[in-house]
């Protein structure tokens, strides 16, 4: 596709459920974002991917978060035992990871916790 | 860790200009950039600037830098009701110990007709 695709769009889970967030960049981007939305609350950065080099984590909120980027393509980002502070939406974002490029951002998931 | 700070909201008259402003802390700080957030949809990059200019003005757009003090501000001209959204700015070092984007608050802008 020509933009960065995320699924579900929509997500609602029962409280203590797993959950996997998917999110396709845009093909040739090296760099990577996860974001947190909550409502009434900027992006609170999660996690970045660069490439071949280790994720920067230092955003993930617990260890319940983790995230993975499969053949420097498409990632995963999976909560354990959600919790309903869980409640957001998870925005994916992507760029060429060079100097003063955009970041294309996709239309992200919204995660209901019950 | 970097820190960027914008205040939650504005409201202006249809025709009237906005002005967004942005604090952030890490001197370092190379790009500075501005997304725009229409209602349901994903961020778009508005504009950028890069840390050597003190202005850039695109159409009804004007982005000021003021390094010394770490400010940032988005000026929208004759401002219209398709320009409310939320406004994010957003700074990055490359080059430095990360690359990533760190996002302020987003300020939302609700223009009145």
């Known amino acids: 596709g020509a933009g960065v695709s995320q699924s579900p769009s929509n997500k609602v889970t029962e409280k203590g459920k797993d959950v996997e967030l998917r999110c396709d960049p845009i093909s040739g981007h090296t760099a990577l974002y996860w974001y947190r939305q909550s409502l009434g609350q900027g992006l609170e950065f999660l996690i970045y991917f660069q490439g071949n080099s280790a994720p920067d984590k230092s955003g993930l909120p617990s260890d319940r978060f983790s995230a993975e980027r499969t053949g420097g393509s498409v990632s995963t980002l999976t909560i354990q035992r959600t919790q309903q502070e869980d409640s957001a939406v998870y925005l994916c974002a992507s760029s060429l990871g060079h100097q003063n490029t955009e970041a294309f951002f996709g239309q992200g998931t919204r995660l209901t916790v019950v | 860790g970097e820190d960027v700070e914008q205040s939650l909201f504005l409201s202006v008259r249809e025709g009237d200009s906005s002005v967004i402003n942005c604090t952030y802390t890490d001197s370092s700080s190379t790009y500075l950039y501005w997304y725009k957030q229409e209602p349901g949809a994903g961020l778009q990059l508005l504009t950028y600037i890069f840390s050597n200019m003190d202005m850039k003005q695109d159409q009804r757009l004007t982005v000021l830098l003021n390094k010394k003090d770490k400010h940032l501000s988005l000026r929208i001209a004759d401002t219209q009701t398709g320009d409310s959204a939320i406004y994010f700015c957003?700074?990055?070092?490359?080059?430095?110990?990360?690359?990533?984007?760190?996002f302020g608050t987003g300020t939302l802008l609700a223009v009145q007709p």
């Open positions: 957003a700074v990055t070092d490359y080059g430095g110990a990360t690359n990533k984007l760190i």
